[in-house]
């Protein structure tokens, strides 16, 4: 793919916005090491959410994230969203929310940026082949915790905004910011904090972008869809306390035993959920979206190949991309309170509790997904006649979201990457959840779009994340490309 700002685009500003672009591409090209220390100095940080004891470092990378807009003249604030409760009652600090603005003319359409400066957990003895925070670039990628997920989106989103600013040029749109920590565990405290600021903050925005995914391969892509979450804890619970096998072994109905055989119901071998009346809530596949999977730009030898598997559950593009992307699928992710240590231990645990999860699709609704799982589990486990007792909990119930592809926010996403990378970008759906788009959506009622410039291959959450360094600098000029072409679309399109 090659830089062309000059590309012709879709929108009818192709011609006045190519004569801006080209100094901010020059400046941006100028800057590149610049930014790049300055994700040196974001990663460093580990804002890692899950752990409390990380808790000050997380403090500090809001704090420096906010003193960065201020830095260029924005209007900023940390936003407080209140206290975190922890399993043995005690209360935490959230880390504020950053929000920030830059312009208020009213006759410009008003975009909000969202993203995430928390990280997941990374240590070198994972098996990094760097130092987690320690940001490394060996051979044009730039590797380190968060590089991709999510610190070096929002840099460029805030580069893109600063190129303007050394130009002494007109930002072509009101740019807004939220900025959060707390993305990796949940959002604590932003739903209440959006809800809350709806009729302020979020009055005037027109549009939310949110830059947290990928591509899909080698092409850039525009992200439309992601699914939900429902994530259940099943507990069985048997004797007062753990036992020896060799003691007791034959004569009691083992928890463990039980579990297994609940879970074993849950989905087929050829991944086909069993529960009632999951499958039967799922919105068709059209011809449509059946013909738009075929365009994708897919490797499903390198997919393999990438993940280390000799089989994938399906033969064809269409049909994996499906079952990634808007099929829900069942996980089992783990069992607390049974053996896991190395070596040996003959135990027979009391209590054990398996962890699942249930990915959700239009036309699913949490609530009810909840109420079938738990049904259906009891069910299951009623014909086992065991004394043990069985509890059933969701503990997450995140909606899936969907956009309109056709809408001006993606036609104009079409033309900013046409116009920077000269090619057409795959328009893709993520497997994963990002619950804040279906909650910006809800609150709001704003459009959403999904902006990514993450590559397929990065590693989130895994070990050696990076984020290339072609896709940091290309991604920084598809934001300003993509401000100007948002500023074209008709005040009357919403």
């Known amino acids: 793919m090659t830089l062309n700002f000059a590309a012709s685009s879709a929108s009818a500003s192709a011609s006045s916005s190519s004569s ?98 928390d990280v997941q957990p990374a240590k070198l003895e994972d098996g990094w082949a760097t130092e987690p925070y320690n940001l490394t670039e060996i051979n044009g990628n730039l590797y380190g915790r968060g590089a991709s997920d999510n610190k070096a989106p929002v840099l460029a989103w805030i580069h893109a905004v600063e190129a303007y600013q050394a130009l002494s040029m007109e930002l072509p749109v009101n740019v807004k910011f939220v900025i959060e920590g707390m993305e990796e565990t949940g959002s604590n405290g932003l739903d209440a904090m959006i809800l809350a600021q709806r009729d302020s903050f979020f009055s005037d925005v027109d549009y939310i972008i949110i830059s947290d995914c990928g591509w899909l391969s080698r092409r850039p892509a525009l992200t439309y869809g992601t699914r939900g979450n429902c994530y259940f804890f099943a507990e069985v619970e048997g004797p007062k306390q753990d036992l020896h096998s060799g003691v007791y072994g034959g004569t009691v109905i083992e928890p463990m035993t039980d579990l297994i055989g609940i879970l074993d119901t849950l989905i087929s071998p050829n991944g086909k959920i069993l529960v009632p009346g999951i499958r039967e809530a799922v919105a068709p596949l059209s011809d449509e979206e059946w013909r738009m999977y075929q365009d994708i730009q897919f490797d499903m030898e390198n997919y393999k190949n990438k ?19 808007r099929y829900p699928t069942v996980s089992i992710h783990g069992i607390e309170g049974a053996f896991s240590d190395p070596g040996t231990k003959t135990v027979i645990p009391a209590k054990v509790t398996a962890k699942f999860s249930i990915r959700q699709v239009p036309d699913m609704d949490p609530a009810m997904v909840k109420k079938q799982v738990t049904d259906y589990l009891h069910s299951v486990f009623a014909k086992r006649k065991s004394p043990n007792k069985l509890k059933v909990t969701m503990v997450i119930g995140a909606k899936p979201w969907l956009a309109d592809t056709q809408h001006p926010l993606y036609e104009a996403g079409k033309a900013a990457v046409k116009r920077v990378f000269d090619t057409d970008p795959d328009l893709i759906r993520e497997g994963g959840t990002i619950p804040i788009a279906r ?10 779009i999904m902006m990514p410039i993450g590559g397929f291959d990065d590693g989130l959450h895994s070990q050696n994340e990076k984020m ?16 100007n072409e948002v500023s074209q679309i008709q005040k009357t399109s919403v």
């Open 20 to 117: 801006c672009e080209f100094p901010l591409a020059r400046y941006i090209d100028s800057h590149q090491e610049e930014y790049v220390e300055l994700l040196r100095d974001w990663v460093a940080i580990e804002s890692d959410s899950s752990n409390i004891l990380k808790r000050p470092e997380l403090h500090r990378m809001m704090e420096m994230a906010a003193q960065k807009l201020r830095q260029m003249g924005g209007t900023v604030e940390l936003v407080d969203i209140g206290e975190q409760e922890l399993p043995g009652g005690q209360t935490l600090a959230l880390p504020k929310v950053v929000t920030g603005q830059f312009g208020s003319d009213p006759n410009k359409h008003t975009v909000c940026v969202y993203g995430h400066v």
């Open 307 to 325: 993940i280390g598997v000799t089989q994938l559950m399906y033969t064809n593009k269409v049909d994996l991309l499906a079952h990634m992307w």
């Open 439 to 448: 909650t910006f959506q809800d609150v709001t009622g704003k459009s959403i």
């Open 468 to 483: 290339s360094r072609y896709n940091y600098i290309e991604g920084t000029k598809l934001f300003i490309a993509y401000l």
